[in-house]
Structure formats: structure tokens, C-alpha cells
């Protein structure tokens, strides 16, 4: 069964920083491409950043650009999505999700293996 856990939310300040995780279960994360996308009260799914398996290529939405880093630890067979300078518009329902690759920073050929992603709440 191909399951992966997002962890690493919480409430934090404007300005404050995060480090989300994405962790596999039933598979090798490896294997894939991954890629984090959010979901705002109200708002549609945006892709947010992607990773190639190799982690050679990075890219991200221009409105997270220069504020969040993805990465990955093959060993912990994990991928990271640090995030710096929040802001309240960062606020959303984060997700990861495995796939064949990244076009820009949105996935493609989507693995069906969503979690139930991590809450972002970005507040004074």
C-alpha cells in the first residue's frame, strides 16, 4: 500500500519559519519526483514546489520563491519543504505527493498516494 505522512505544521508568526516532512510508507520515496502542493480555505489546489529523484532540479511557484527550500534525505527516505518568511497567505492544508517528475514546479504523472497533509496557520 503506498501511503505517504506529511508532519510538520503548526501556527506560527508572520515572518516565522517551518520545515514540513514527507514521509513514505509501503514504497521507496526514491524512486520519484515529489511534489508539495497547498490548499487554502476556499481556494483551489496550487503546486508549490517539485523535486527530481536525483534532486538535481528544484522549482517553485513564484509565490513562494526565495522563501522555500525543498529537499530530500534518501536515507530517511523523507523529503523536506523548509519554509522561511511566512506569511498570512501561506496559511493552507499542505500535501505531498509522488510522481514520474516535475514539469516547472508542478508534478506530473501523479502517484496516487496522497496523505492527509500537514496545517500551515500563519498568525499574530
Known amino acids: 500500500q503506498l501511503q505517504v505522512v506529511e508532519s510538520g505544521g503548526g501556527l506560527v508568526q508572520p515572518g516565522g519559519s517551518l520545515r514540513l516532512s514527507c514521509a513514505a510508507s509501503?514504497?521507496?520515496?526514491?524512486?520519484?519526483?515529489i511534489g508539495w502542493f497547498r490548499q487554502a480555505p476556499g481556494k483551489e489546489r496550487e503546486g508549490v514546489s517539485c523535486?527530481?529523484?536525483?534532486?538535481?532540479?528544484?522549482n517553485y511557484a513564484d509565490s513562494v520563491k526565495g522563501r522555500f527550500t525543498i529537499s530530500r534525505d534518501n536515507a530517511k527516505n523523507t523529503v523536506y519543504l523548509q519554509m522561511r518568511s511566512l506569511k498570512p497567505e501561506d496559511t493552507a492544508l499542505y500535501y505531498c505527493?509522488?510522481?514520474?517528475?516535475?514539469?516547472?514546479?508542478?508534478?506530473?504523472?501523479?502517484?496516487?498516494?496522497w496523505g492527509q497533509g500537514t496545517l500551515v496557520t500563519v498568525s499574530s
Open positions: 509501503g514504497f521507496t520515496l526514491d524512486y520519484y519526483a
Open positions: 523535486i527530481s529523484r536525483s534532486g538535481g532540479s528544484t
Open positions: 505527493a509522488p510522481g514520474l517528475g516535475c514539469s516547472g514546479y508542478v508534478l506530473i504523472k501523479r502517484v496516487d498516494a
